[in-house]
């Protein structure tokens, strides 16, 4: 190997070192990527108790993808699915499953979910 090449690959090796670097000091990116999305994915944990879907309210930001991870946590209630009509959304919730449910909200307002008996429900407030 040339003296050049050599010069060439030890300077992309420490561009890319220092890009990782550089990178994991801003701290845990919880977000999630993927082709055509934003960046920073909303993550919000939920759980199904006797009491309905805790959080039952949350904000979350417009124009950026949320993902809802819902876990029911009890066997006896109506809530055995998950519900986002806005967004054509309907999702089995397993009993002590976590379980995504990804949409982005493109402008403010509320957006509500629910049981599939919509008995039980919640409401995202994009802002």
Same mark, same amino acid.
């Given at each position: 190997?040339?003296?050049?090449?050599?010069?060439?690959?030890?300077?992309?090796?420490?561009?890319?070192?220092?890009?990782?670097?550089?990178?994991?000091?801003?701290?845990?990116?919880?977000?999630?990527?993927?082709?055509?999305?934003?960046?920073?994915?909303?993550?919000?944990?939920?759980?199904v108790?006797?009491?309905?879907?805790?959080?039952?309210?949350?904000?979350?930001?417009? =124009?950026?993808?949320?993902? /809802?991870?819902?876990?029911?946590? &009890? +066997?006896? %209630?109506?809530?055995?699915d998950?519900v986002? #009509?806005?967004? =054509?959304?309907?999702?089995? /919730?397993p009993?002590?499953?976590? &379980? +995504?449910? %990804?949409?982005?909200?493109?402008?403010?307002? #509320?957006?509500?979910?629910?049981?599939?008996?919509?008995?039980?429900?919640?409401?995202?407030?994009?802002?």
């Open positions: 190997m040339s003296m050049s090449m050599f010069g060439a690959l030890a300077a992309a090796a420490l561009a890319t070192t220092t890009a990782c670097a550089r990178d994991s000091q801003a701290g845990p990116d919880h977000s999630k990527q993927t082709a055509g999305q934003v960046r920073q994915t909303q993550v919000i944990e939920m759980s108790t006797s009491e309905g879907f805790v959080p039952a309210e949350m904000k979350v930001k417009a =124009g950026r993808p949320v993902t /809802l991870a819902v876990t029911r946590k &009890v +066997e006896r %209630t109506c809530a055995t998950i986002v #009509k806005d967004f =054509g959304i309907s999702k089995p /919730l009993l002590n499953e976590p &379980v +995504e449910v %990804t949409f982005t909200p493109a402008k403010p307002g #509320k957006i509500r979910f629910a049981c599939a008996m919509d008995m039980i429900a919640g409401e995202l407030v994009a802002e």
